[in-house]
């Protein structure tokens, strides 16, 4: 447990660095008119509290800086509800006030307004991708030389796609190839089919289907490419201008991993209801282990059917994204029911 003198500290060290992103000295928190203590009382009480974790020191003559374990205490503990201005206020009504037509075109002009609101990234999943499930597919020929792949989504949505059937496959390895998959993949949502296939079934296609390495690599083809169509990204550059990514090593990773809509899509649809904060090394990939992620979901007609995530610094300014996301979440899911009429 902290002392109360403690948590004030800590906050006001963690509140400068968001701000400042450069190491936080005793004497700038004792000029603070919100602390009160002076330089060497808060020395100390910085000295206990790198000891417990919640502080680092990065050069020896430098300031503190907070651990990831100092942010989650904060944003846990210590974090007042934030406030969101009336500029903002008036973009996120006029966004709310128009009329659209496609809710894919809706959850693309959120990522847009979220990242540039917020100077993050912002990460969008759109319908149909984490609460959908499969109902059935088909592979159904059309000659000798093509078929054509046709998924049913258990609210209805159908999707098909024309391909070519692989050299060698008979007709007859097709139809148990489908008959094999819809029975064990019906009910499984969109975004863990290709895992479950390759996971689950591969042994049993095995031994069942002849030629099913080639009718996996069609099904993983038409799957992929329906995920990447519910990934929507906003400000993806933003991160560039954060000081913590000036290594070009760390860039190039996160960019890379911004580029692979199936490992996010995967990444984000996890995420429960309710605002979701996980903080560096919480997050499950490597890549943005140096990043936080602040994730809510939007409903329509009382059901999730997306979320929405920003990615940003683990110096993120935690209070401005969670009150924008929860004001934002929160009008969308009104406003969906209006816009799809």
Known sequence: ???????????????????????????????????????????????????????????????????????????????????????????????????????????????????????????????????????????????????????????????????????????????????????????????RLRSKMHSELNAELSRYVAGYEELLAVVDTVLQSDEGDRLYLGGATNMLAQPEFKDVDKVKTLFELLEESRTLVQVFSGAPAGIQVKIGGENSLEAINNCSVITASYSLDGQPVGTIGILGPTRMDYKKVIALLDVFTKDMTSSLSRWMK
């Open 1 to 191: 447990m902290l002392s109360e003198r403690q948590k004030l500290i800590l906050t006001a060290i963690i509140d400068d660095y968001i701000r400042s992103a450069e190491p936080v000295g005793s004497r700038s928190i004792s000029k603070r008119g919100d602390v009160g203590f002076s330089p060497a009382t808060i020395r100390n009480e910085m000295s206990d509290l790198e000891e417990l974790g919640y502080l680092e020191q990065p050069h020896t003559s430098a300031g503190r800086i907070p651990s990831h374990k100092g942010y989650r205490y904060y944003v846990d503990n210590l974090l007042c509800p934030g406030t969101v201005s009336h500029q903002e206020k008036e973009l996120m009504k006029a966004f709310f006030e128009s009329r659209i037509l496609e809710l894919e075109q809706a959850v693309q002009q959120a990522a847009s307004i979220l990242s540039s609101l917020t100077n993050y990234t912002a990460i969008l999943l759109g319908p149909e991708t984490y609460q959908t499930t499969l109902q059935s597919l088909q592979l159904i020929p059309l000659n000798d030389h093509s078929a054509v792949a046709i998924i049913v989504t258990n609210t209805g949505h159908v999707e098909n796609r024309r391909f070519t059937i692989p050299e060698g496959v008979q007709i007859s390895e097709i139809e148990k190839f489908v008959n094999l998959l819809n029975a064990k993949l019906k009910g499984v949502p969109l975004y």
